[in-house]
């Protein structure tokens, strides 16, 4: 399977913790993007990395949230201290140049 | 604030119809225009992406583009129940992040 993948699928944790999602994108692509989603509305754009350079982070994303994408491969999401509002679909795509982006199946976070 | 909206649905057509998407963003430097299609609890599955005014047809599928209007649109012909989802609309600038709508949902009934 050569498509963006996503790890872990679902993740379901105390409020306070902290949580790591991986993506692994297409391996010709050079772009990464992480978005979240929540009911009813469209993807939100977190951050994205051109090879190992995060070119640009959302101005809503609060310093709980951190990417890296050390090696211009796969790339990290953590949150730390998670709070009832981080509960959302977080999902990674990659792309090539000025072609579409392609997503993964997204980790689905859960707060308790 | 770059914005793109679109009309959040549900928009409903009978089996066989036409349905028709619309979309517009408020950036006129964007130069790439993408629609998606996401089933409830998946990802976001890319269907046709535009970049110059005009229509690109395929299949079942015709994405139209006027820029001067800031308006993209999706139609698709002969509908099916299978069709039934969230439609979303992504705008790109060069070198710029993707900003996504709001989706409209779409039901088709058979």
């Known amino acids: 399977d050569t498509g963006v993948s996503q790890d872990p699928r679902h993740k379901i944790t105390k409020r306070g913790q902290n949580v790591t999602f991986r993506c692994d994108p297409i391996?010709?692509?050079?772009?990464l993007y992480w978005y979240r989603q929540t009911l009813g509305q469209g993807p939100e754009f977190l951050t994205y990395?051109?090879?190992?350079?995060?070119?640009?982070k959302s101005r809503l994303l609060s310093d709980r949230f951190s990417a890296e994408r050390p090696k211009g491969s796969f790339s990290t999401l953590e949150i730390q201290r998670t709070e009832q509002g981080d509960s959302a679909m977080y999902l990674c795509?990659?792309?090539?140049?000025?072609?579409?982006?392609?997503f993964g199946d997204g980790t689905r976070l859960s707060i308790l | 604030q770059k914005e793109v909206e679109q009309n959040s649905g549900p928009l409903s057509v009978p089996e066989g119809a036409i349905a028709s998407l619309n979309c517009t963003y408020s950036?006129?430097?964007?130069?790439?225009f993408f629609w998606y299609r996401q089933y409830s609890g998946k990802s976001p599955e890319l269907i046709m992406f535009?970049?110059?005014?005009g229509d690109k047809e395929d299949g079942r599928f015709t994405a139209q583009l006027n820029k001067a209007s800031q308006y993209v649109s999706l139609l698709i012909r002969d509908s099916q129940p299978s069709d039934s989802a969230t439609y979303l609309c992504?705008?790109?600038?060069?070198?710029?992040?993707?900003?996504f709508g709001p989706g409209t949902r779409l039901s088709v009934l058979p």
């Open positions: 950036d006129r430097g964007s130069q790439s």
């Open positions: 992504a705008v790109n600038s060069r070198g710029q992040n993707f900003v």
């Open positions: 535009i970049y110059s005014n």
């Open positions: 795509a990659s792309q090539q140049g000025n072609q579409p982006q392609h």
């Open positions: 990395f051109q090879n190992e350079a995060q070119l640009e």
């Open positions: 391996s010709e692509h050079n772009r």
